[in-house]
């Protein structure tokens, strides 16, 4: 059985003897439907394959989801176990706890000090004085205006519409 560029190919070539008219026509369409059958049946089991390694993404897909779900809950668990274990020590006065192998020590956070921002302020910062405030100015491109002008025939400079594309749908 050829492959299925061998195939193509041998399209490709069918076409070309097909405009020759010294060539018998039905001879043409004889190998025509036998070159066709070929194709599709290398076609089918091509898309077997494609199929097939879609459901292998999608299994992949559905554990890798289902691992990140875990590693929340670990994550989670973590947190309140520290957290307990903090406030315990907190709680009876100790900054240093554990055994030989591991210990636990209550420390203070580095880095700079945070802000506690009265109630919509950090919302918007114009409540502050002008010497504390960072004007930016941001512009973005107004799509749908865009698609709109397109539409209508009007030019937008340095903006066209491109192809959309085509993909194979697998069934």
Request: one cysteine or more; aromatic letters at 6%.
């Given at each position: 059985?050829?492959?299925?560029?061998?195939?193509?190919?041998?399209?490709?070539?069918?076409?070309?003897m097909?405009?020759?008219?010294?060539?018998?026509?039905?001879?043409?369409?004889?190998?025509?439907?036998?070159?066709?059958?070929?194709?599709?049946?290398?076609?089918e089991?091509?898309?077997?394959?494609?199929?097939?390694?879609?459901?292998?993404?999608?299994?992949?897909?559905?554990?890798?989801?289902?691992?990140?779900?875990?590693?929340?809950?670990?994550?989670?668990?973590?947190?309140?176990?520290?957290?307990?274990?903090?406030?315990l020590?907190?709680?009876?006065?100790?900054?240093?706890?554990?055994?030989?192998?591991?210990?636990?020590?209550?420390?203070?956070?580095?880095?700079?000090?945070?802000?506690?921002?009265?109630?919509?302020?950090?919302?918007?910062?114009?409540?502050?004085?002008?010497?504390?405030?960072?004007?930016?100015?941001?512009?973005?491109?107004?799509?749908?205006?865009?698609?709109?002008?397109?539409?209508?025939?009007?030019?937008?400079?340095?903006?066209?519409?491109?192809?959309?594309?085509?993909?194979?749908?697998?069934?």
């Open positions: 059985m050829s492959s299925l560029f061998e195939i193509g190919a041998d399209f490709l070539r069918l076409q070309e097909a405009e020759d008219p010294n060539i018998d026509q039905e001879a043409i369409m004889d190998t025509f439907e036998a070159i066709e059958g070929e194709f599709n049946d290398k076609v089991k091509w898309l077997m394959v494609i199929k097939d390694k879609q459901e292998d993404m999608n299994t992949r897909e559905r554990l890798m989801e289902d691992l990140r779900e875990k590693n929340q809950a670990d994550f989670r668990t973590i947190d309140r176990m520290k957290a307990t274990v903090k406030q020590m907190e709680l009876t006065g100790q900054k240093k706890a554990g055994g030989a192998i591991l210990t636990a020590t209550i420390c203070g956070v580095g880095g700079k000090k945070p802000l506690v921002w009265a109630d919509g302020v950090r919302e918007d910062a114009r409540l502050l004085p002008e010497k504390y405030q960072k004007v930016e100015t941001v512009y973005k491109a107004d799509t749908d205006l865009i698609r709109e002008d397109l539409d209508n025939g009007i030019e937008v400079p340095g903006v066209e519409y491109g192809d959309r594309g085509t993909y194979l749908k697998v069934k």
